[in-house]
C-alpha cells in the first residue's frame, strides 16, 4: 500500500527485525541491554532520513514517517502480546491472550450474521459500506456474552471486568479494521495483499488486533493494576 501511494519501505524491514529480537529478548529473558535495541531503532531512523537526502521524490514526510510508524503500527498487537506473557503473571496470560482474539472473531462474525439478516442503517459508508449499526451492535453483543463465558474459566478476572475487556476488543477493534479500510483507499487498492485470496489479505486478518491489544493494555491498567 505504501508502494501505491509512491512512498518507500525499505528500511521498515530493519525495524520489524529489531522489534522482533527486542521482543523475543524480553520473553526469553535474554541478557541483551535494552540500549542496544533503542540505538537500533534510532540508528534507522537517522538512515531513513538521510536518505531523503539523495531522493528526488516530492513527498520526503511521508516517506520518512511511512517507514518509521508503520513497522511500528504494525507490530503493536504482537509486541502486546508479550505483556500479558512476560508481564502480567497475576493474570491467566494465555487465556487471555487468546481471548482477545477470540472476541474479536465472534464479533466479526455475529456483525457479518446480524448485518446480513437485519442490517439496514450504515456505519461508516465512506469506509467500509458494508457495514451496518445493526450488525455492529449484534457483534457486540455475540462478544460481551462469550466474554461472561469466560469468566467462568478458573483463574479468569470476574464477570464485570470480562464484560469490560469483550466491549474494549470490540470498539478498538472495530476502530482498527476502520483505519486499515481508511489506508487501503487512500491507497486506492480493495485488498491489502495477495497473500491470503479472498479474505483481503494477510493484513485484513490482523487489523481490528493492532488496536485491540494495545486497549487492552490499557484496559487491565486501569482496572485491575498488577
Same mark, same amino acid.
Given at each position: 500500500?505504501?508502494?501505491? $501511494?509512491? +512512498? &518507500?519501505?525499505? /528500511? ?21 541491554? $535494552? ?9 534507522? *531512523?537517522?538512515?531513513?532520513?538521510? +536518505? =531523503? ?5 516530492? @513527498?520526503?514526510? +511521508? ?5 518509521? /510508524?508503520? #513497522? ?12 500479558? !506473557?512476560?508481564?502480567?503473571? %497475576? ?13 474479536? /472473531?465472534?464479533? %466479526? ?6 448485518? &446480513? ?12 459500506? $458494508?457495514?451496518? /449499526? ?5 457483534? !457486540?453483543?455475540?462478544? !460481551?456474552?462469550?466474554?461472561? @463465558?469466560?469468566?467462568?474459566? =478458573?483463574? !479468569? ?6 464484560? *469490560?475487556? @469483550? ?17 487501503? &483507499? ?11 485470496? *479472498? ?12 488496536? @485491540?491489544? #494495545? ?12
Amino acid at each position: 500500500m505504501t508502494h501505491k $501511494n509512491g +512512498q &518507500r519501505f525499505h /528500511w521498515s524491514y530493519l525495524s520489524y527485525v529489531i522489534l522482533t529480537l527486542f521482543a523475543y529478548s524480553i520473553f526469553f529473558g535474554l541478557e541483551v541491554p $535494552n540500549s542496544m535495541f533503542v540505538l537500533g531503532l534510532v540508528a534507522t *531512523g537517522l538512515a531513513i532520513s538521510i +536518505q =531523503e537526502l539523495f531522493q528526488t521524490g516530492d @513527498a520526503p514526510f +511521508q516517506n520518512v514517517a511511512s517507514q518509521i /510508524w508503520a #513497522p511500528i503500527f504494525i507490530s503493536l498487537s504482537f509486541l502486546g502480546i508479550f505483556y500479558f !506473557m512476560s508481564y502480567r503473571t %497475576d493474570l491467566p496470560s494465555l487465556y487471555i491472550t487468546i481471548s482477545v482474539f477470540s472476541l474479536i /472473531w465472534i464479533n %466479526d462474525s455475529g456483525a457479518y450474521l446480524f448485518g &446480513r439478516k437485519i442490517g439496514k442503517t450504515k456505519l461508516f459508508e465512506r469506509l467500509s459500506p $458494508n457495514k451496518t /449499526w445493526e450488525g455492529s451492535l449484534g457483534g !457486540m453483543a455475540c462478544a !460481551m456474552t462469550a466474554g461472561i @463465558a469466560l469468566s467462568f474459566i =478458573e483463574g !479468569m478476572p470476574s464477570i464485570l471486568v470480562m464484560i *469490560g475487556f @469483550a466491549a474494549t476488543c470490540v470498539i478498538s477493534g472495530s476502530l482498527g479494521d476502520l483505519f486499515e479500510s481508511r489506508l487501503k &483507499r487512500d491507497a486506492g487498492v480493495k485488498d491489502s495483499g495477495t497473500f491470503l485470496p *479472498g479474505h483481503g489479505g494477510f493484513f485484513d486478518r490482523f487489523d481490528a488486533m493492532i488496536l @485491540a491489544v #494495545p486497549a487492552a493494555i490499557l484496559y487491565f491498567e486501569v482496572v485491575l493494576p498488577k
